[in-house]
């Protein structure tokens, strides 16, 4: 018998996200319920079994319940790639490219990631915060309850850690869970155009340092590209990185094959995200170390590219996570209900993959599979109540928002 100050009940359908306490891959339970006690799971299973395995303490002699009125209940879905924080837009720049004008040719004529950069270093961080916080309430109403966002439109020493700053300050103003990751070779600002190699040192004398003595940041990211930065530089960023703690995740083989995959495995990254151009070999290495593929399919649709090639990474046994790649520029979306339908319809994932790579595989993706990803016992009580038929209509329906009720450690959080 079990201690809990919460039952949600009358569960529909719920998908765990652990095959050994339910059918399937998915651990899907049918007229289920789950126990939680000051946050954290403490049973899951049939609601017939309930009263037989859960029962109210003594400091709480009646138990709070939620009825999830038949609702399907799923894992609260982890963002593991976004750039949330940033000031100004760029729909101009989507009109070029529905002219034919490329990421790369609209970068080259100052727009892009450093028309973004004017922009938020422009901003102040209550600015910042103002802008950011409709974003989260969006992200939370279609399921998001854990998100990773990166700095990196700053460039500066400053502007990196007023955006970080920023990313502390939003974790304690909402309930969506926030962990920061420092990204400040993102792009070489202007300043340092021909010059990356002296950049890349202040990256890792100047900025790192100052983020890292203010325990501003969790990870550390590198836009590893033709163009930006190399993978020699990557390594050089990222192991100085680990040095000061911070768990490599970073943007590999977007748009070149440069070996982005290879070095995600040989740093032992959590993740390496992106992919379309990565061999099928370095992605099997990143399997052999322990390295989640994060794959942005939203990325691929909203700027015309092909998608990474999904199935080819998965039969080499790879850990695959989807993210949703917010940002400014190439990404102006936070749903991942879409980019489930978008990876199942157009890299042709199975829906089981594709629920996994926004919980669980999201949630490997920062290191938090001990802790959130899926409704088992010990880790958070972070659930979903959708209004679907089962939990595979999710990426079925698209264009709607399926989450009726979000639950973030164990308080109803929306509506």
Request: aromatic share 6%.
């Amino acid at each position: 018998m079990v201690t809990a100050d919460l039952v949600i009940g009358n569960i529909g359908q719920l998908v765990t996200g652990e095959p050994s306490l339910g059918e399937g891959p998915l651990g899907v339970v049918e007229g289920a319920a789950v126990a939680a006690f000051d946050g954290r799971i403490v049973w899951v299973g049939r609601e017939a079994d309930l009263d037989v395995h859960v029962a109210a303490g003594p400091a709480r002699p009646r138990m709070d319940r939620i009825d999830a009125r038949g609702a399907v209940a799923l894992p609260g879905f982890v963002d593991s790639h976004t750039h949330l924080i940033f000031a100004g837009s760029r729909e101009q720049e989507y009109a070029l490219r529905a002219r034919g004008a490329s990421y790369q040719e609209i970068a080259a004529a100052g727009g892009g990631i450093l028309s973004t950069v004017v922009a938020t270093r422009a901003a102040s961080l209550d600015e910042l915060i103002n802008l950011a916080m409709p974003r989260l309430r969006a992200a939370l109403a279609h399921g998001t309850t854990t998100m990773e966002i990166k700095s990196g439109y700053g460039l500066a020493t400053a502007d990196e850690i007023k955006m970080l700053e920023c990313a502390r300050r939003l974790e304690e103003l909402q309930p969506v869970e926030i962990h920061p990751t420092f990204c400040g070779a993102h792009e070489v600002p202007p300043a340092y155009r021909g010059r990356s190699d002296a950049y890349v040192d202040l990256v890792i004398d100047e900025m790192l340092p100052a983020v890292a003595e203010r325990k501003l940041a969790r990870y550390i990211d590198v836009f590893c590209e033709e163009g930006v930065f190399s993978v020699d530089q990557a390594r050089r960023i990222l192991e100085s990185g680990a040095r000061w703690g911070l768990r490599a995740k970073f943007h590999a083989d977007e748009f070149v094959t440069l070996g982005g995959a290879e070095l995600a495995a040989e740093v032992r990254a959590l993740s390496a995200d992106h992919l379309l151009r990565a061999r099928v070999e370095g992605v099997a290495k990143m399997k052999e170390a322990g390295v989640t593929a994060t794959l942005l399919p939203g990325t691929a649709f909203f700027l015309g590219l092909p998608y990474a090639p999904a199935r080819r990474f998965l039969e080499s046994g790879v850990r695959m996570a989807l993210a949703s790649d917010f940002n400014p520029g190439t990404c102006m979306g936070l749903n991942l209900q879409l980019v489930m339908t978008m990876a199942v319809s157009q890299m042709k994932m199975s829906p089981e993959e594709a629920l996994l790579g926004v919980t669980l595989h999201g949630a490997w993706a920062m290191g938090l599979e001990s802790e959130v990803g899926s409704l088992t016992p010990g880790k958070q009580c972070d659930l979903l109540l959708c209004d679907v038929p089962n939990w595979r209509y999710l990426s079925y329906s698209y264009g709607v928002n399926h989450v009726s009720r979000v639950i973030k450690r164990g308080v109803l959080v929306y509506p």
